[in-house]
């Protein structure tokens, strides 16, 4: 895989083994307005978010198809960060577009045909009370080759998963729907547990005992082909591939019910999935060893994920807008992806200057 990335992208520097799992590392990072090296984008002991996990982050694809890398769901990704960054009282110094823009340069700056983006808004240094808000706000949005989060074979024969111990955060201890990096605590010691005891992933129960979510992704129930998903008062965050999940569904005819679901419903399902922008369309095969239908993929989730990497790798009609074109405005390219879209904020993804300026506009 090593040489592979190396022969696709020139512009790799480095490689981070993720047990087991290469990640090519990509050259340039956007920091703070500009695009630099790794060895640049550095940060002092004394920032805020080292300390107390004083941090906001997205995570989001961009697929390789006919007409070059396309970001998945741009939009709302950039909307749920500066959701985030307002429910947790930071000052952005970017507006949604140039977020939006410098996302694009990066993925474009890098070469990449597919890659895995991190958007990172975190506090600096400035101080160490627990008010954080005298600490400066950074951004950088960092940019790696990766391949299946939960490993090749999962997407095809499924994953085993246990319940887990931990539980998510009740809705007055945390912000669910806010992508707080203190929040991943949490998620750590699922992944932890589970790996532990030999299974791939954990799910964890909400406070009252229902099923939330996985450490990273949302999970979905099939049984008598009635599809059912925990309600965002669960616990869960807000999932963008959970929407686009729940839109394919309608889209194909299915009962899609948002519901609190027991435990139980987990052994008694004809199938389970998991959602996410790292996990994609996953199967679950087993939980807490006991087998989900017949042990594998059952054909909902087939029906699910032939749309999803269908309509992600270019080759079905990106009917809801969902792609964004890396090289949509490059002389002699393709057009983007449909008639191309809002960022959100009334800028049109593709059409700005970039890397972006910094400290303009709106605030989030
Ligand atoms: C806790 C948690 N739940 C669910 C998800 C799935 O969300 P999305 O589909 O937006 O990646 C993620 C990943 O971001 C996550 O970290």
């Not at 600490?135 to 940019?143: D, G, R, Y």
Request: aromatic content about 8%.
């Amino acid at each position: 895989m090593a040489m592979a990335a190396f022969m696709f992208s020139s512009a790799i520097c480095s490689f981070i083994n993720d047990g087991g799992m290469e990640m090519a590392g990509a050259a340039s990072i956007w920091f703070n307005g500009a695009l630099v090296s790794a060895e640049e984008a550095r940060v002092p002991v004394t920032a805020h978010a080292l300390h107390y996990g004083s941090s906001v982050f997205e995570g989001i694809r961009a697929y390789a198809t006919p007409r070059g890398p396309a970001v998945f769901c741009l939009p709302q990704h950039v909307r749920r960060l500066m959701d985030s960054c307002r429910i947790f009282r930071m000052t952005l110094p970017y507006t949604a577009s140039e977020v939006t823009e410098a996302i694009v340069a990066t993925v474009r700056a890098n070469n990449h045909e597919s890659c895995y983006i991190r958007p990172l808004v975190f506090r600096g240094p400035g101080t160490f009370s627990l008010d954080p808000r005298k600490a400066s706000v950074e951004v950088a949005i960092i940019t790696f080759e990766w391949g299946r989060y939960l490993g090749q074979e999962a997407v095809e024969q499924g994953v085993d998963v246990m319940v887990s111990s931990w539980r998510r955060a009740a809705p007055d201890t945390a912000v669910p729907m806010a992508k707080i990096g203190g929040q991943y605590v949490t998620s750590q010691f699922i992944a932890m547990e589970a790996a532990d005891h030999g299974f791939t992933e954990g799910i964890a129960l909400d406070a009252q005992g229902f099923i939330s979510e996985g450490s990273g992704e949302n999970v979905f129930v099939v049984r008598d082909g009635v599809v059912f998903t925990p309600p965002l008062s669960a616990s869960v965050l807000p999932g963008v591939t959970r929407a686009a999940v729940l839109t394919l569904l309608r889209d194909l005819g299915l009962a899609v019910r948002e519901e609190p679901l027991l435990r139980e419903t987990l052994y008694m399902a004809d199938e389970v999935f998991f959602t996410g922008t790292a996990a994609e369309i996953t199967p679950v095969r087993s939980v807490d060893r006991i087998a989900v239908g017949e042990g594998r993929r059952g054909p909902v989730t087939a029906r699910v994920a032939e749309q999803f990497f269908g309509i992600t790798g270019g080759h079905l009609p990106d009917r809801h807008g969902w792609l964004t074109d890396v090289n949509a405005d490059r002389p002699g390219s393709a057009t983007r992806s449909g008639s191309g879209h809002d960022s959100g904020d009334g800028h049109r993804v593709g059409d700005g200057p970039a890397p972006v300026r910094r400290g303009s506009g709106e605030r989030a």
